[in-house]
């Protein structure tokens, strides 16, 4: 039974959860972040960090949205302070270097290719895209990547990864749809473009969000590097990434890469 894509947009992103926060739990999350920012302590760590964003320059996304201006600022910030960008591949396995990020981009929104690859192009930034391939197919009202646009961040050089059918909250559906969200997903971005995915990062990425049952499906279908959304709270035997926010002011990038986020689970519903 092939999950099915023919949900109105209002409806899919409901379902989806897709990634609009209330405004309660954004002003939440705002003041967590900058209170962290000037009490917390650094995490001691080895290896790079990844970071995960969503949209740049969409604000309907909400929390999960960048300004344009803000991301570029992200990007010269970090090069300012003696990191290099390396591709996520080489952190996930690899582990890297302490100065090293990668860059990666969960949903597949339009914006990645409007407005965040040119960007990256211009500081020849490596960056990974994991698509929702669901969104893909019905584009969301303009709101995420269409198939040729996923082909064309592939032939930037940009790596196209997985990220289920439906975007749902694997923790509340059994093995059998797990299975299902992921190779579905995994058999469309090849059919439409060619490109056989490797990588898969979460919904919602948090400890609560992937249970073993999921794992073990995503494993079955030979996905070796899962990412997470989280740093020290995430599931186990998942690839740690770092959640960038709207909030995410000069002072609070900072502490991000410091890794004052690094023990915060991040996504909280309210």
């Known amino acids: 039974m092939q999950i099915r894509f023919g949900l109105r947009i209002r409806e899919r992103l409901a379902a989806a959860g897709a990634g609009v926060r209330s405004r309660a739990g954004a002003a939440r999350l705002g003041f967590d972040r900058h209170a962290l920012?000037?009490?917390?302590?650094?995490?001691?760590?080895?290896?790079?960090?990844?970071?995960?964003?969503?949209?740049?320059?969409?604000?309907?996304?909400?929390?999960?949205?960048?300004?344009?201006?803000?991301?570029?600022?992200?990007?010269?910030?970090?090069?300012?302070?003696?990191?290099?960008?390396?591709?996520?591949?080489?952190?996930?396995?690899?582990?890297?270097?302490?100065?090293?990020?990668?860059?990666?981009?969960?949903?597949?929104?339009?914006?990645?290719?409007?407005t965040a690859a040119p960007v990256l192009a211009e500081y020849d930034i490596p960056f990974s895209v994991f698509v929702v391939s669901g969104w893909a197919e019905d584009g969301l009202g303009g709101s995420a990547l269409g198939w040729d646009e996923v082909t064309a961040?592939?032939?930037?050089?940009?790596?196209?990864?997985?990220?289920?059918?439906?975007?749902?909250?694997?923790?509340?559906?059994?093995?059998d749809r797990a299975v299902r969200e992921i190779a579905e997903a995994r058999e469309l971005i090849e059919k439409r473009t060619g490109i056989s995915t490797t990588a898969f990062a979460i919904p919602f990425g948090q400890s609560g969000n992937w249970p073993r049952h999921a794992h073990e499906a995503a494993r079955g279908l030979g996905y070796d590097v899962i990412y997470a959304q989280a740093e020290q709270t995430r599931a186990v035997d998942t690839v740690a990434r770092t959640f960038v926010t709207r909030a995410d002011s000069p002072r609070v990038f900072d502490a991000l890469l410091r890794g004052r986020y690094d023990r915060w689970e991040e996504w909280v519903w309210s």
């Open 37 to 114: 920012a000037m009490f917390g302590t650094d995490a001691e760590r080895s290896g790079g960090r990844v970071l995960c964003y969503h949209s740049v320059g969409q604000p309907s996304w909400g929390v999960n949205d960048i300004a344009p201006q803000r991301f570029r600022m992200h990007i010269e910030a970090a090069l300012d302070a003696g990191y290099r960008f390396v591709p996520a591949d080489h952190l996930a396995r690899t582990g890297g270097g302490d100065r090293d990020l990668s860059i990666t981009f969960d949903d597949g929104l339009r914006s990645v290719l409007t």
């Open 153 to 175: 961040l592939a032939g930037l050089g940009a790596e196209i990864g997985n990220h289920s059918a439906t975007h749902p909250d694997f923790s509340r559906i059994d093995r």
